[in-house]
């Protein structure tokens, strides 16, 4: 906000663009992995997603700033969905787990990118360590082009048009239900923990930043270790639905449990975090749910635009809640930032438990394939 002299609105621009590039690829990236496999294609998005970290670094103006993020938010478009197809391609009876070991590793960098990466900006800049993410991902493409293949009796066959799957899969009730019930949970993730929560804390808490990130990194440390433990548990019940449902009741009552009571105990905080993440890592099921609503050779489409309205969700509900606190700011500026009471963050982050509602009652609806 210093550093472009921009408000809360342009800020959950700048953060929700990488969101749009991501999900607007979604659906394309799951048709093109269908048709054309996994090999080579990942190892160009992540050399992508690198060089849009570099530019990013090196942005004088708001315009090259958006171009980075847009950059890095098209190369990790095939990041998700690309592990998705790869668990369900290699080990078809074991998806609901590899797929939650998939978004464990997503929650990882999530973790990465609060308290450790704050730590790093604090003491390199937000130019250098962006640099230094820059060439990670490099680094990483180069091994993916080595290791990422598909299995021989899986080849993509190029008989079928290009995007009869899509069809399909977009006219079935239940790949929207899962879409929808997914969306919330994530949604809500990628607002709170993604952008608005570190900010919140600091005026809730009167903490500085650092500090701030570390309690929210919790939410993805939930993340991490529920998504895994969703997925062997669902593989165990044989039941994906039940879990999800009680998932999105318990993420809208922790989401609602932050927002009213901001100054409780430390531990309190820590643990609701904890379990915030914890219970929304359910939205794997999600997938889960749509893939298995859907013929095996359409499973690209459906998890790519699962994903699209999962991902997208985060790209509304940054903005929206940014926009949301300018129309409440007083006028108040330190810094050259402008400052925003707890009250205000309360108002706009409220818009969070509503997209946990929207999760419930989709899961609700939905249908389970046993």
């Not at 958006?66 to 998700?80: C, D, E, K, Q």
């Not at 939930?222 to 062997?232: D, E, R, V």
Request: proline content about 4%.
């Amino acid at each position: 906000m210093r550093e472009f002299s921009v408000g809360a609105g342009i800020l959950g621009n700048l953060s929700a663009v990488y969101l749009y590039a991501y999900a607007g690829l979604q659906i394309p990236v799951g048709v093109c992995i269908d048709r054309f496999g996994l090999k080579g294609l990942v190892a160009s998005a992540c050399a992508v997603c690198g060089i849009g970290c570099i530019v990013f670094s090196y942005a004088e103006s708001l315009s090259y700033a958006y171009l980075g993020r847009v950059l890095i938010g098209a190369g990790a478009a095939f990041s998700f969905v690309g592990a998705l197809n790869m668990a369900a391609r290699w080990f078809p009876g074991k998806f609901a787990i590899l797929g939650g070991w998939a978004q464990m590793m997503g929650s990882a960098g999530g973790f990465i990118g609060q308290a450790p990466l704050g730590i790093a900006v604090a003491t390199y800049g937000w130019r250098l360590s962006s640099v230094f993410l820059g060439v990670a991902g490099l680094c990483l493409a180069f091994l993916l082009a080595f290791t990422v293949r598909d299995p021989k009796d899986t080849k993509p066959q190029n008989k079928s048009p290009l995007l009869s799957g899509l069809k399909k899969v977009a006219v079935n009730r239940q790949t929207w239900l899962a879409t929808i019930s997914a969306g919330g949970l994530t949604g809500t993730l990628l607002a709170f923990g993604g952008l608005w929560g570190v900010p919140y804390l600091m005026v809730a808490k009167s903490i500085d930043k650092p500090e701030s990130a570390g309690f929210v990194s919790m939410a993805f440390i939930g993340w991490a270790i529920g998504a895994p433990l969703m997925g062997w548990l669902s593989d165990l019940l044989g039941k994906r639905r039940l879990i999800l449902i009680i998932g999105s009741a318990g993420a809208c009552l922790t989401t609602i449990t932050l927002l009213m009571f901001p100054n409780m105990p430390n531990i309190f905080l820590v643990s609701v975090l904890g379990i915030q993440g914890a219970l929304s890592s359910s939205m794997i099921l999600g997938f889960a749910l749509a893939r298995e609503s859907n013929s095996p050779e359409m499973s690209g489409a459906a998890l790519g635009l699962i994903n699209t309205f999962a991902v997208g969700s985060g790209a509304v509900l940054q903005p929206l809640a940014g926009y949301i606190l300018d129309l409440q700011w007083d006028g108040k500026i330190i810094d050259g930032v402008r400052i925003y009471d707890v009250v205000h963050y309360q108002y706009a982050l409220s818009i969070l438990p509503i997209a946990c509602v929207l999760s419930l009652i989709a899961a609700i609806l939905l249908k389970e394939k046993h």
